[in-house]
């Protein structure tokens, strides 16, 4: 995969992941038949099938249920015994993006943590640019894959839509896909 999509779908993810979708992320989605259908055949058949209206609250409701009522996408609440949520340099993640030269200003974001899953795919996007696939590949395994992999496992079958069931699918499968072919790129592999 070109360096090229492999931002896009981090961009994609990104996005996904932070908030619920607004009319023009939507409508930009509704017009995406392949990326639809790259996500899953059943989501690109769904989106036909519903107004834009009916699309955005079945999306909103579903966004909302999964990834900020019920779950959150949050790597230290994910995998911190405590459920706590670690916030500042005592998050391991920010030591990550420190070293990285990530500058990340949580004030002008609508995230308030350095690990919400929206945050580090953007990280993961920022990374491409650079070319340092070797730190990519390390990202991937000390932080992304640990907890998104058994997160998204979790939230799957609470899904009510087919577009985040074939989300959480489609995450998974790249993010795998992507670790595996740094890997073999790079000759890296992190125990």
């Not at 979790?154 to 896909?177: H, K, S, W």
Request: proline content about 4%; hydrophobic content about 40%.
């Amino acid at each position: 995969m070109d360096e090229k999509r492999r931002l896009y779908i981090y961009a994609f993810l990104s996005r996904v992941f932070t908030e619920e979708l607004d009319d023009r992320a939507l409508e930009d989605l509704r017009g995406n038949e392949a990326l639809l259908e790259t996500i899953g055949e059943e989501t690109a058949a769904w989106f036909g099938s519903l107004d834009f209206d009916a699309l955005k609250e079945a999306l909103n409701v579903d966004y909302n249920s999964l990834f900020v009522i019920n779950n959150h996408p949050i790597e230290s609440a994910v995998t911190d015994s405590k459920n706590e949520i670690l916030v500042g340099l005592q998050n391991p993640v920010m030591q990550f993006y420190f070293s990285h030269g990530y500058e990340l200003n949580l004030e002008s974001s609508k995230l308030y943590v350095p690990d919400h899953a929206g945050i580090e795919l953007g990280f993961m996007q920022s990374m491409i640019s650079t070319g340092d696939k070797k730190s990519q590949a390390e990202f991937l395994h000390k932080h992304l894959l640990p907890w998104i992999v058994p997160f998204l496992t979790g939230v799957r079958p609470m899904a009510e839509t087919p577009f985040y069931r074939d989300l959480c699918d489609f995450t998974i499968e790249f993010l795998l896909d992507d670790y595996s072919r740094l890997v073999e790129e790079t000759g890296e592999v992190h125990a």
